[in-house]
């Protein structure tokens, strides 16, 4: 089954880089995603990568995926106050029917410290 | 588009009774998901809908919860009995139910706070 793991919690003081980690067992993910989830609301998707890529940049945000370990990484450069949240990664996985559903990791919450 | 919308926003009940989370997804899209969050065990997944079929309810807990999705535009989550154990955030997501990346995008409500005494 799928199985999606992170770390609780990580502290950054303000202007650092943050990276966020995660393994997850599907070998067969098409994508991954990472949702940010900001205090008192839902999930929101801030990136995805496609599994035959090893890096995404999107301006400050860096995705790397190592396929072969099934370890996926989110780098925020110049970590903001604004940054705060819940990051989620999420690897997708399809059914017999044609569709497909995201398993979610546990979320870890960034703290900035200024 | 409003986004997805999800009533009551907060909902404080006693044991025992019972309780009906709403969703409205947005507009066109063919599938919706119902997950649960707590500090305990993060977020979890309990059903989801494709073209209002329900496709996977391997993660509802017990028969006390229920879901349907009478149309495109409204689904439902029940507890009944409800339990102090039911306390979470509820969040319904909506997508268009294409294969991947944008496509694949769950666009997620504010969440419905249960609280059961």
């Known amino acids: 089954g799928e199985d999606v793991e992170q770390s609780l919690f990580l502290s950054v003081r303000e202007g650092d880089s943050s990276v966020i980690n995660c393994t997850y067992t599907d070998s067969s993910s098409t994508y991954l995603y990472w949702y940010k989830q900001e205090p008192g609301a839902g999930l929101q998707l801030l990136t995805y990568i496609f599994s035959n890529m090893d890096m995404k940049q999107d301006q400050r945000l860096t995705v790397l995926l190592n396929k072969k370990d099934k370890h996926l990484s989110l780098r925020i450069a110049d970590t903001q106050t604004g940054d705060s949240a819940i990051y989620f990664c999420?690897?997708?996985?399809?059914?017999?029917?044609?569709?497909?559903?995201?398993?979610f990791g546990t979320g870890t919450r960034l703290t900035i410290i200024p | 588009d409003a986004g997805v919308i999800q009533s009551p926003r907060h909902e404080v009940t006693e044991m025992g009774q019972e309780v009906t989370l709403r969703c409205k997804p947005i507009s066109g899209h063919n599938s919706l998901f119902w997950y649960r969050q707590t500090m305990m065990r993060g977020l979890e997944l309990l059903i989801y809908f494709n073209n209002n079929v329900p496709i996977d309810d391997s993660g509802m807990p017990e028969d006390r919860f229920s879901a349907k999705m009478p149309n495109a535009s409204f689904s439902t989550l029940k507890i009944q009995p409800s339990e102090p154990r039911d306390s979470a955030v509820y969040f319904c997501a909506s997508s268009l139910g294409l294969a991947g990346g944008r496509g694949n995008e769950q666009f997620f409500g504010p969440g419905t706070r249960l609280t059961v005494l």
């Open positions: 999420a690897e997708s996985s399809g059914d017999n029917f044609g569709n497909e559903k995201l398993t």
